[in-house]
């Protein structure tokens, strides 16, 4: 907002605001879009604004108000997935007509609703630029996002690392999916007995395969040398 105001009080407001009559008030009008700049104004304590008058019903009141944040130049990958997000729950659309409102893909709808999935953390993240949205994207489905995420802004990952790092993840996840109940069942109980998560992959002729021990630091794996050695 301060920066806005600084621009505003620099040139002038480029956007006039859009109003509309007060639906019970005479001589009283609503704001429909520009908040930000109607809140800039106030610090500015301007007492005139140029405005453009709407006639614009209830019902679209906040449709236009979003479709006009969508539209800010500015807008953050979080904002814009809550603005769709509050227009399909509140209008009770779906994406075929958002998709033609706001002029996006169904798909670009999708994925950035999606973003929503993560956690609060990670949002802020994004918010305040320290994640971008292909870094929150790779991210959404992991079970320690919020860890990995701060790894990528401690190490300065970039998008691509932090796709390698997921990847393995979510490729398990899909063959989980398919693993046969029993196999899932024989895991359960050899990762229960040994205090270690547990994989067991048999090849396509099932007559061979292989197991795998996951361990989360080199304590674990030493407990593991040292259990194989007796």
């Not at 809140?39 to 007492?47: F, G, I």
């Not at 929150?136 to 932090?162: C, D, F, H, W, Y």
């Not at 067991?200 to 795998?212: C, K, V």
Request: glycine share 4%.
């Amino acid at each position: 907002l301060q920066e806005l105001a600084q621009s505003i009080r620099a040139q002038g407001v480029l956007q006039p605001l859009v109003v509309r009559k007060h639906p019970s008030l005479e001589n009283r009008y609503e704001l429909v879009a520009g908040e930000r700049r109607w809140r800039a104004l106030k610090q500015l304590n301007v007492s005139q604004v140029p405005v453009i008058l709407r006639k614009v019903g209830d019902d679209e009141m906040l449709e236009v108000a979003l479709l006009e944040n969508i539209q800010r130049e500015n807008l953050n990958p979080v904002e814009e997935a809550r603005a769709y997000e509050s227009i399909l729950k509140k209008h009770q659309s779906n994406y075929d007509e958002l998709s033609k409102i706001v002029g996006k893909s169904k798909s670009h709808i999708s994925n950035m609703i999606r973003l929503l999935e993560l956690e609060e953390e990670i949002l802020n993240y994004m918010i305040s630029g320290k994640l971008s949205m292909g870094h929150a994207r790779a991210l959404i489905g992991v079970p320690n996002a919020k860890e990995m995420a701060n790894e990528i802004i401690n190490k300065n990952l970039s998008v691509r690392q932090t796709e390698k790092n997921t990847a393995n993840y979510k490729k398990n996840k899909r063959r989980q999916k398919n693993k046969d109940p029993n196999i899932l069942d024989l895991e359960k109980e050899l990762s229960e007995k040994i205090g270690l998560k547990t994989s067991i992959h048999f090849s396509e002729q099932g007559s061979s395969g292989s197991l795998t021990l996951y361990y989360s630091d080199l304590d674990q794996l030493d407990d593991i040398m040292k259990r194989l050695k007796k």
